[in-house]
Nanobody, 123 residues
Framework: QVQLVESGGGLVQAGGSLRLSCAAS????????LGWFRQAPGKEREFVAA????????YHADSVKGRFTISRDNAKNTVYLQMNSLKSEDTAVYYC????????????????WGQGTQVTVSS
């Protein structure tokens, strides 16, 4: 089992940048595929990005491709989401998630979730 804690959210102006972090507990962090999701008020949860166990493969949703980058540091048990060129429509609670399998990065099913961190982009 893994526990996830997100940080790095906040208020930023449109066009600005933020980097989210998600720290995980446990010794087997490198065995987990990791993902970022977001949920805006009144909307369904939306997939943002995923990264393979080694970090060698990533997949980003079309809505964030070219602006957001997922990465991980297995030595630090941490996954990151670098967000650039932020837009007001990026405002949401961002969640990191983990699953212990090697299914496609496009898979939206995850087993473990963090509590979320709020990102607010002002226009």
């Amino acid at each position: 089992q893994v526990q996830l804690v997100e940080s790095g959210g906040g208020l930023v102006q449109a066009g600005g940048s933020l980097r989210l972090s998600c720290a995980a507990s446990g010794r087997t962090f490198s065995l987990y595929t990791l993902g970022w999701f977001r949920q805006a008020p009144g909307k369904e949860r939306e997939f943002v990005a995923a990264i393979s166990r080694s970090g060698g493969s990533t997949y980003h949703a079309d809505s964030v491709k070219g602006r957001f980058t997922i990465s991980r540091d297995n030595a630090k048990n941490t996954v990151y989401l670098q967000m650039n060129s932020l837009k007001s429509e990026d405002t949401a609670v961002y969640y990191c998630a983990a699953r212990n399998d090697v299914r496609s990065l496009r898979t939206r099913e995850y087993d473990y979730w963090g509590q979320g961190t709020q990102v607010t982009v002002s226009s």
